[in-house]
């Protein structure tokens, strides 16, 4: 298919639906429902935003709302507010908000500042998490991983201060720098183990510091 001879760019205001298909530039501001497959280049939506379909892009920039029935394929992703999806594989990510995947969420780079849900495995080589409230994965993989809470996450969940917590099964990373994780099997190089952690096993190769007011129940150096 002749990519730039057969896309249009489309430019949403108000309420609308779309059948979906190729396009140059996507803009949407308010609501828009595409009842099909979506293929862009660049993506920016201000308002709600439901794909019935895959969403492919180049680049996407988000403030509102963003549920996609299928997944989400592109090189930078990035905003803040709410998005949904079947799976995301995407270059770079840079969010504040909500991320919800019920596959695997991978990217080369993924700096959130929120809560996440991925039911799958969370992957990226550099992946750093600052927490805003409950998140967790059923995995995390990658070359630096660096999972904190945020200093003002109390500011907007008043008298939750519990809730700034990541659950995994597993976390195994070159380097790895966990606060307020929940996790079964910490694996790393360099593993620094912070406040607020409990942590079943932790197996590392190089070095492993542990907080005070973290636990560690295992250790064993690989």
Do not use: W
């Not at 001879?5 to 828009?32: I, M, P, Q």
């Amino acid at each position: 298919m002749n990519d730039t001879e057969e896309r249009t760019n489309l430019k949403v205001l108000g309420n609308s639906t779309s059948a979906g298909g190729y396009f140059l530039d996507v803009k949407v501001t308010g609501e828009c429902t595409f009842n099909g497959d979506v293929d862009c280049r660049k993506m920016t939506l201000m308002g709600e935003t439901e794909v019935n379909g895959r969403l492919v892009m180049e680049s996407m920039k988000l403030t509102g709302e963003c549920a996609v029935k299928g997944g989400i394929e592109g090189e930078s992703m990035r905003g803040q507010g709410d998005i949904k999806a079947a799976s995301i594989h995407v270059e770079g990510i840079k969010f504040t908000g909500n991320l919800s995947v019920s596959g695997d969420c991978d990217a080369e780079d993924m700096h959130i500042s929120g809560a996440l849900q991925v039911q799958g495995v969370l992957s990226a080589e550099t992946l750093e998490i600052s927490l805003f409230g409950p998140s967790r994965a059923a995995e995390v993989g990658g070359g630096s991983i660096k999972i904190k809470r945020s200093l003002g996450g109390k500011l907007i969940r008043p008298g939750h201060p519990g809730s700034l917590r990541f659950t995994a099964g597993l976390i195994e990373g070159d380097q790895v720098e966990l606060q307020g994780t929940t996790a079964g099997t910490v694996r790393g190089g360099n593993v620094v183990i912070g406040t607020g952690c409990e942590i079943d096993i932790v197996e590392y190769r190089d070095s492993l510091d542990i907080h005070r007011n973290a636990t560690v129940r295992n250790q064993v150096k690989l």
